[in-house]
């Protein structure tokens, strides 16, 4: 009897386990490690935040990844660039540049990722902030 309720908690155990498996959301994994192959992925991206979302996955966390934020933040700048007025633009010139400046004067290569990241991420906002519809009556 002892037997059957130690079994009976084991099978319990592991389809319980199984189950919570299934239920877990699969991360998204990068569909290569090949650097060109990467940069093609981001310049073919559909949009700034597919661009960005897949440099997220696919970063190297080293100084390869400073070619790939390039891509993200031209794709992105596309988005909005053209639309901001003189203020506007010198603006997020500076902020590109203070991300820039962050960490210039740490050793690294994971330094220079962070920099890509930091102007890449820049440039995600500024596009998700030109493309959200402009309520009614603000114009």
Known sequence: MFNRI????VMLAISTAGNAAKDKPTKEECPT??????EDLLRK???????????????F?????????AIVTEKCEGD???KLNTAQRRAYDREQKKC???????????YRSFE???GADLAR???????????????
Do not use: N, W
């Open 6 to 9: 130690i079994l009976a908690a």
């Open 33 to 38: 490690l090949d650097h060109q192959e990467i």
């Open 45 to 59: 991206a559909p949009s700034c935040q597919r661009a960005g979302a897949l440099f997220e996955i696919c970063q």
């Open 61 to 69: 966390g080293a100084s390869g990844d400073v070619s790939l934020g």
């Open 80 to 82: 909005f660039l053209s």
């Open 100 to 110: 820039q400046r962050k960490y210039a004067h740490e050793d690294g290569t994971m």
């Open 116 to 118: 890509a990241f930091c």
């Open 125 to 139: 906002k500024y596009s998700a902030k030109s493309l959200k519809p402009v309520p009614a009556g603000r114009k």
